[in-house]
Antibody
Framework: EVQLVESGGGLVQPGGSLRLSCAAS????????MSWVRQAPGKGLEWLSV???????YYADSVKGRFTISKDNSKNTLYLQMDGLRPEDTAVYYC???????????????WGQGTLVIVSS | DIQMTQSPSSLSTSVGDRVTITCRAS??????LNWYQHKPGKAPNLLIY???SLQSGVPSRFSGSGSGTDFTLTISSLQPEDFATYYC?????????FGQGTKLEIK
């Protein structure tokens, strides 16, 4: 079964850092296009970042320069390093597996169950 | 960036109703359009990809249509488990933008 499990969320002060993890099973992150998406309280879904099979990375403007996506193929795990956190980064963070079909790397299935990040003093 | 605009933002409906949600892209995205269902506390679920292809395991009452800039999600006969928020999303280019969502509520 293809599955994603996020961890690492929690309460952090403004300006602080947090690293989210997304453990994959049933497939390899090495061979797939992986993204992070978040949902702030009462808001819609916001795509944040993608890492391609070849290692290229792309970010939403809202997190560019503060967040870094990476993966450890040996651990079959995706990461999101979040630095310079702001109260507006408070959200549930999801990892998602993208399609390998060219032009559909941003088609997400499945998603993890999400991990909550709260940025507050 | 490609902007995705959904309408309506919410809809009060009843079991058995036919529901149509529309999504418009700010520029042509061919058929790189996906629809997701999202329930509180759950992971979003892919319903439709490539504008009109039904994801495996999704009931046939869900269907999608459109290309270019205008797209539609239709639920032919609403079931109790369909009350949720629905999002369109373009996968043509990064950033992979979502619509603002359409919340289906029980009338």
């Amino acid at each position: 079964e293809v599955q994603l499990v996020e961890s690492g969320g929690g309460l952090v002060q403004p300006g602080g850092s947090l690293r989210l993890s997304c453990a994959a099973s049933g497939f390899t992150v090495r061979s797939n296009y992986m993204s992070w998406v978040r949902q702030a309280p009462g808001k819609g879904l916001e795509w944040l970042s993608v890492i391609y099979v070849g290692g290229s990375t792309y970010y939403a403007d809202s997190v560019k320069g503060r967040f870094t996506i990476s993966k450890d193929n040996s651990k079959n795990t995706l990461y999101l390093q979040m630095d310079g956190l702001r109260p507006e980064d408070t959200a549930v963070y999801y990892c998602a597996k993208g399609s390998a079909v060219p032009g559909s790397y941003g088609r997400f299935d499945p998603w993890g169950q999400g991990t909550l990040v709260i940025v507050s003093s | 960036d490609i902007q995705m605009t959904q309408s309506p933002s919410s809809l009060s409906t009843s079991v058995g109703d036919r529901v149509t949600i529309t999504c418009r892209a700010s520029q042509s995205i061919s058929n790189y359009l996906n629809w997701y269902q999202h329930k509180p506390g759950k992971a979003p679920n892919l319903l439709i990809y490539a504008a009109s292809s039904l994801q495996s395991g999704v009931p046939s009452r869900f269907s999608g249509s459109g290309s270019g800039t205008d797209f539609t999600l239709t639920i032919s006969s609403l079931q109790p488990e369909d009350f949720a928020t629905y999002y369109c999303q373009q996968s043509s280019n990064t950033p992979y933008t979502f619509g603002q969502g359409t919340k289906l509520e029980i009338k």
